[in-house]
C-alpha cells in the first residue's frame, strides 16, 4: 500500500435548476487489487462533533464504488447504465435512494486516477437531482 492525495467532486442540480459543488481532498492509502482495481482507504474527522467517518473508494474497469461508514454512512455503486437501489444513513433515520448511472470514465496516465461518473439520483419522495462525481488522484 502506499499514499496518494485523493480529490473528490461533486455536482448535484435539484429540480429548479440551482447547483451545488463541493470538494474535498485528503491523504490516503492506496492499493491494487488482482483485478486491476484500484482501493482507496480514507478517514474523515466531522468538525463539529468529532465523529470519524471511515470511507472507501474503488475505481475499476467496471465503474466506481464509494462507501462510508460512520454516523452518516452509503455505499454508492457507479456502474454505466446500471440503476441501483441503496440508502444514504443518518443519525435521524435512514433514506432510500435510487441511482440511475448515465456514464462512466475511468482513465490512468502516469499512474494517477481521473474517473468521473454521471446519475441521476432519486430520493424517496421522487425528488430527482443530476449529479456527477469526479475523482483524481495526485502523488503525496
Do not use: W
Amino acid at each position: 500500500m502506499g499514499k496518494v492525495m485523493l480529490s473528490i467532486s461533486g455536482k448535484q442540480r435539484h429540480p429548479d435548476g440551482t447547483e451545488e459543488k463541493n470538494t474535498s481532498r485528503c491523504a490516503a492509502e492506496h492499493e491494487i487489487l488482482e483485478d486491476g482495481t484500484h482501493r482507496y482507504l480514507y478517514e474523515e474527522k466531522d468538525e463539529e462533533t468529532g465523529a470519524v467517518t471511515k470511507s472507501t473508494v474503488t475505481v475499476g474497469p467496471d465503474g466506481i464504488t464509494v462507501e462510508r461508514k460512520g454516523r452518516f454512512g452509503t455505499n454508492l455503486s457507479f456502474l454505466k447504465d446500471r440503476e441501483i437501489d441503496t440508502s444514504y444513513r443518518t443519525p435521524y433515520g435512514t433514506l432510500p435512494i435510487h441511482v440511475a448511472t448515465s456514464r462512466v470514465v475511468c482513465l490512468e496516465v502516469n499512474g494517477h486516477i481521473n474517473a468521473r461518473a454521471d446519475y441521476r439520483l432519486t430520493m424517496e419522495g421522487g425528488y430527482d437531482m443530476d449529479c456527477s462525481v469526479m475523482i483524481r488522484t495526485d502523488d503525496c
